[in-house]
């Protein structure tokens, strides 16, 4: 069974940081790409930045330059630094994990982490 533990969200006010952690176990996640999504109220879960095994890293627009993702393969962790946050960075923060053999998609979801920011 593939777990998820999440950590690192909570409140900060406009400008602050924060650093998400996401630990998986029940699966090597080595050759998986990993990646971090969120949810805001009223609104599609969007994917805010995922990396590869290789380690070749993807952003969405609106974060570029504020955030940035890594992983530790040897923790079966994925990280998501969190700079410069505004408002419209709140939202429920996911961790992802996936990996595409022969065809078949195998994708996990953690059960989510509460970012809000506010002053």
């Known amino acids: 069974q593939v777990q998820f533990v999440e950590s690192g969200g909570g409140l900060v006010q406009p400008g602050g940081s924060l650093r998400l952690t996401c630990v998986v176990s029940g699966r090597d996640t080595t050759a998986d790409t990993m990646g971090w999504y969120r949810q805001a109220p009223g609104k599609q879960r969007e994917m805010v930045a995922r990396i590869t095994t290789d380690g070749t890293t993807t952003y969405a627009d609106s974060v570029m330059g504020r955030v940035t993702i890594s992983r530790d393969n040897a923790k079966n962790t994925v990280y998501l630094q969190m700079n410069s946050l505004n408002p419209e960075d709140t939202a429920v923060y996911y961790c992802?994990?996936?990996?595409?053999?022969?065809?078949?998609?195998?994708?996990?979801w953690g059960q989510g982490t509460q970012v809000t920011v506010s002053s």
């Open positions: 992802n994990t996936r990996r595409l053999i022969f065809g078949q998609l195998f994708e996990y």
